[in-house]
């Protein structure tokens, strides 16, 4: 096998993995905050490349340019998701919490295929297209794009939490509520912001992964698992553990399918889960 | 005038009366010790106070404005502060983080809550800790947190929740000092402790609970030869 062969395969894992961490980045937001999984957080993956798409399909906006308007749709819908759903189970049972995410799944699900036909859809002739060609790697351009425009939406969310006020504030919620409160910050807007921000995230990498993905009402489902995966083995509610986590993921998918057999490639991600699972279960960066 | 009025205050938890016709007053810049045994109701009596807890009957009046139904936000940003008996510090976050979040309960932005927060660190005696997380500190030292962290949300009334409990005995005068420096300040304060010399010490009046009710109030010294406080509480320690 061939120096080639490996470097690409590196390059391509790199790539996927940090799209994988953002989109874990938000899940992980989302739990640290209140202890809430997002079992729609695939469906909203979903809703966010459909958002890209139909801003090229009507509006004639390439993806690239309509990053932010994306970012914009899907932030408001993780703040409505807060106020409609998520306020009223906050202090229910955690079977109830689990039922309330994956029951909004699937009607997310259910309503896209309702509204826009299970079809698969792809954005033609998208502004970036093609690839380009490094000591005989090839790198996708609209792949390369969406891992920078990912790496820095993940380091402005990292500056966010840890040097702004309202950043400083969302860990506090996260760290200890009550304690938070009596500070004098209130706990709801900070939980509507968190989902906001959750949701934004994915928006970015829904946003970009419209320019070389199928965009369909399936296309959520094993994204969402793998970021299950990534926030298990960073460590629940640790941001940068999401970064390593979705790198390590998208390397073992990229070289396991390499060197192995690419059949396989959901069975060594999920592998991961196991392991960590078994050997430790607070993941690389955890708290708990 | 007072600046906080407790008003024939109730919570039950189910048969439970943790709370029940409770009334009492404080005046701005006093300490109001709280005494009572284990259960007596004291810790419940800041929930309601602070509004974790909502009240079944009864009024909280604080600087003229009726609390007895607000969030626990409202309440701190129109000036009461509290400190836990089972302390919350963040403590994933630095001591200089965890005061800097209850600076900005007053300062915009963050240069301003930092020098603020820095100064309150200084004054509670914790300066090269700064950058510590708060999960390295002793506990001592992580009161001493919670009360910077109170302090810095510039609160008129101070609820103090067993500040003396739980650290080592060569810790205590430190404490006590600083609640009497908190005092010099101008900060109205409310304290409940187990430490009986303390509380006579530190307090200008005191408000003895036992099982969820008012038994006395009044000044450290009638407190002393009451007798329900003498049979509810002073008197097992003599016991013991």
Not at chain 1, 45 to 66: E, I, K, N, Q, R
Not at chain 2, 91 to 105: K, P, Q, R
């Amino acid at each position: 096998m061939s120096f080639e062969i490996i470097a690409q395969a590196i390059v391509s894992g790199l790539m996927t993995g940090l799209i994988y961490a953002l989109i874990a980045a938000g899940l992980s937001l989302i739990f640290g905050l209140m202890n809430i999984v997002n079992f729609a957080h695939g469906e909203h993956l979903m809703v966010s490349m459909f958002a890209s798409f139909w801003l090229w399909a009507l509006l004639g906006l390439d993806p690239v340019f309509s990053i932010p308007i994306t970012i914009l749709l899907m932030a408001l819908c993780g703040v409505l998701t807060h106020y409609f759903l998520i306020r009223f189970i906050l202090k229910a049972k955690m079977l109830i919490q689990i039922c309330a995410t994956f029951g909004l799944s699937i009607f997310i699900r259910a309503l896209a295929q309702f509204l826009w036909t299970p079809d698969f859809r792809n954005v033609d002739q998208p502004l970036l297209e093609g690839r380009i060609e490094i000591a005989n790697v090839f790198i996708g351009q609209p792949q390369f794009f969406a891992s920078l425009v990912c790496l820095a939406a993940f380091v402005m969310l990292y500056l966010f939490v840890t040097r702004t006020e309202t950043g400083l504030a969302l860990q506090a919620t996260a760290q200890d509520r009550e304690a938070a409160e009596i500070l004098g910050i209130p706990s709801n807007k900070m939980f509507a912001i968190g989902w906001g921000i959750g949701l934004g995230c994915v928006g970015v990498a829904g946003g970009m992964m419209t320019n070389y993905f199928f965009i369909f009402t399936d296309v959520g489902v094993n994204f969402a698992l793998f970021a299950f995966v990534a926030v298990a083995l960073g460590g629940f509610g640790s941001i940068i553990g999401c970064l390593y986590a979705g790198i390590i993921i998208g390397l073992v998918e990229s070289l396991g399918g390499l060197l192995i057999d690419p059949s396989f490639k959901l069975l060594y991600v999920f592998a991961i889960y196991l392991l960590v699972v078994i050997y430790k279960p607070q993941g690389l960066f955890g708290r708990y | 005038m007072s600046i906080l009025s407790v008003e024939n205050l109730g919570k039950s938890f189910g048969g439970i009366r943790a709370n029940h016709d409770i009334s009492f007053d404080i005046s701005p810049g006093e300490i109001l010790g709280i005494i009572g045994p284990n259960g007596a109701g004291k810790s419940t009596l800041f929930d309601l106070i602070t509004g974790y807890t909502r009240a079944d009957t009864g009024k909280v009046i604080f600087d003229g404005n009726d609390i007895t139904r607000m969030r626990p936000d409202r309440i701190s940003n129109l000036g009461i502060g509290r400190t836990f008996q089972k302390l919350k510090p963040f403590a994933d976050l630095t001591l200089l983080e965890n005061v800097m979040i209850g600076s900005f309960a007053r300062e915009n932005n963050i240069k301003d809550a930092r020098d603020k927060a820095l100064e309150i660190i200084d004054f509670v005696d914790l300066i090269e800790k700064r950058h510590h997380f708060a999960r390295e500190l002793s506990t001592g030292q992580r009161k001493r947190l919670e009360l910077a962290r109170a302090m810095a949300t510039e609160p008129k009334l101070l609820l103090m929740d067993e500040v003396t409990g739980g650290v080592d005995q060569k810790t205590i005068p430190g404490l006590v000092a600083l609640i009497q420096k908190m005092k010099a300040s101008g900060v109205t304060i409310a304290t409940i402790e187990h430490n009986i010399n303390i509380i006579m010490e530190v307090s200008d009046h005191i408000l003895a609970l036992d099982q969820g009710q008012r038994i006395a109030f009044g000044r450290p010294r009638d407190i002393q030869n009451n007798e329900k406080v003498i049979d509810a509480y002073l008197g097992t320690v003599d016991v013991a």
